[in-house]
């Protein structure tokens, strides 16, 4: 299996934006796909496949990929964007899912 | 829409078996694929497996030696068995719907402690 590497935290100021990355191997050939996590609650999808948004989640959420690394973008952060979030992609073998060790965002 | 709900003990002893089972609401099990997911308190996501609409499974390899995940298409449910715990197991398992490769809908978590 592969690993998929997050910085531990990062924060950014209300309305300004954020860029979350995951690196590993598998993006290279993978999508990877994004989870919210607020405190005490289940994950939530935000990002799947090439840049795309399940039903309700807003449009300041978008995703990219350059080479081995995976971003997530948070444009115009929000309090309630406060959480943390995992990356999570296929193996290099295609065989099995990983996630990625997760980043703790703060809004100040 | 579709609905998921962890239930099992919450505690378990050492050496012994985890036993959870999900139940599925507003969706037909058959339909999809499913699976678990785990977290130890503090600390990140991990995948367990999954289990396709026809009973197949595919396993984390690391838990694959001690994992058992299984379809009950009567009564929508699918269930994990995690044989041989040890404190490491302590974790909140969630379960998940698992289409085109995503968890796209979870249910809510059980907390799970391997105790004596």
């Known amino acids: 299996s592969s690993e998929l590497t997050q910085d531990p935290a990062v924060s950014v100021a209300l309305g300004q934006t954020v860029r979350i990355t995951c690196q590993g191997d598998?993006?290279?050939?993978?999508?990877a796909t994004w989870y919210q996590q607020k405190s005490g609650q289940a994950p939530v999808l935000v990002i799947y496949g090439k840049n795309n948004r399940p039903s309700g989640i807003p449009d300041r959420f978008s995703g990219s990929t350059s080479g081995n690394t995976a971003s997530l973008t948070i444009t115009g952060a929000q309090a309630e964007d406060e959480a943390d979030y995992y990356c999570y992609s296929r193996d290099s073998g295609g065989d099995h899912v990983v996630f990625g060790t997760g980043t703790k965002v703060t809004v100040l | 829409q579709v609905q998921l709900q962890e239930s099992g003990p919450g505690l378990v002893k050492p050496s012994e078996t985890l036993s959870l089972t999900c139940t599925v609401s507003?969706?037909?099990?058959?339909?999809?694929?499913w699976s678990w997911i785990r977290q130890p308190p503090g600390k990140g996501l991990e995948w367990i497996g999954y289990?396709?609409?026809?009973?197949?499974?595919n396993y984390n390899p690391s838990l694959m030696s001690r994992l058992t995940i299984s379809l009950d298409t009567s009564k929508n449910q699918f269930s994990l068995k995690l044989i041989s715990v040890t404190p490491s197991d302590t974790a909140i398992y969630y379960c998940?719907?698992?289409?085109?490769?995503?968890?796209?809908?979870w249910g809510q978590g059980t907390l799970v402690t391997v105790s004596s």
């Open positions: 598998s993006l290279g050939t993978y999508f």
């Open positions: 998940a719907r698992f289409r085109n490769w995503n968890c796209d809908c």
């Open positions: 289990v396709s609409d026809s009973g197949s499974t």
């Open positions: 507003g969706d037909s099990i058959s339909s999809y694929y």
